[in-house]
């Protein structure tokens, strides 16, 4: 189960139109209330990231801390940018 009630089988995994990157090459979309946007945008810019480069961090953070997701020692696989 995924936060909001949301279970790990209802969660779509959509292609992007242009791949810019082979690291990237599907798009999430979440909804967030404004006082927790604007919280997540001014700590991801005071960490010197944008926000989607900050959301992937966590998100991959979480997911090997779970054991979801491999560890990795290449940099490249952590996605940051």
């Excluded at 990157?21 to 404004?34: E, G, H, P």
Aim: charged share 30%; net charge positive; proline share 4%.
């Amino acid at each position: 189960m995924l936060g909001g009630g949301v279970k790990a089988s209802q969660v779509m995994c959509l292609p992007r139109k242009r791949k810019s990157s082979s690291f990237k090459d599907s798009q999430m979309t979440i909804r967030v209330n404004c006082r927790i946007k604007e919280a997540a945008v001014e700590f991801a810019h005071s960490m010197g990231l944008d926000v989607s480069e900050w959301l992937r961090s966590l998100v991959a953070s979480e997911l090997k801390r779970a054991g979801r997701l491999p560890a990795s020692n290449d940099p490249a696989e952590d996605d940051h940018g």
